[in-house]
Nanobody, 127 residues
């Protein structure tokens, strides 16, 4: 069982920035592929960004390209989502997720690929 703790959410004005962090438990973090998803009220959970176990491959949704970036520090067992130029439509609960198979079992953009999920952190962008 892998537990994930997200942090860094909050309230920010449009055009501002936030950095989310996610720290999974367990001794093999460096082997996990990681992803970020978000869910706005009344909407389905949607893919935001993902990163391979070694950080060499990253993926992002078209809606956040050029504004959000995902990275990881395996020495700190942490994955980050840097969010710049935030818009009101980015308002959502953001979830961190782990794929223990390193994306070999499915697409990084598909929430069904992931095995464990965090509780989420709220991001609110005011206009």
């Amino acid at each position: 069982q892998v537990q994930l703790v997200e942090s860094g959410g909050g309230l920010v004005q449009a055009g501002g920035s936030l950095r989310l962090s996610c720290a999974p438990s367990g001794p093999v973090f460096a082997a996990y592929a990681m992803g970020w998803f978000r869910q706005a009220p009344g909407k389905e959970r949607e893919f935001v960004a993902a990163i391979s176990w070694d950080g060499r491959s990253t993926y992002s949704a078209d809606s956040v390209k050029g504004r959000f970036s995902i990275s990881r520090d395996n020495n700190k067992n942490t994955v980050y989502l840097q969010m710049n130029s935030l818009k009101p439509e980015d308002t959502a609960i953001y979830y961190c997720a782990v794929d223990v198979e390193g994306f070999y079992g499915g697409s990084p953009r598909d929430h069904n690929t992931y095995d464990f999920w965090g509780q989420g952190t709220q991001v609110t962008v005011s206009s």
